[in-house]
């Protein structure tokens, strides 16, 4: 699945440690997020969804509609 968290992360200059410590995961798991290597859980999305200001459909390209 293609998130847009590494763009979104990219825009605000944060680094994936950064993302990884607000989530609660280690930098090597928040990379593999970004990667599409594992699947992002939904509690973790939905933090995402809340820092970015925008919805869980725009962060996994169900819309283009960022807000």
């Known amino acids: 699945m293609k998130l847009r968290i590494r763009d979104l992360r990219e825009d605000l200059d944060l ?3 950064e993302l990884a410590k607000m989530l ?3 930098q090597q ?3 593999r997020y970004e990667s599409g290597e594992i699947t ?3 509690h973790s999305l939905i933090k995402l969804a809340k ?3 925008t919805s869980i459909d725009y962060l ?3 819309t283009n ?3």
């Open 51 to 53: 820092f970015y200001h």
């Open 65 to 67: 509609k960022k807000n």
């Open 60 to 62: 996994v390209a169900l």
């Open 29 to 31: 798991t928040y990379s």
């Open 40 to 42: 992002i859980d939904i």
């Open 24 to 26: 609660g995961c280690s």
């Open 15 to 17: 680094t994936q440690t």
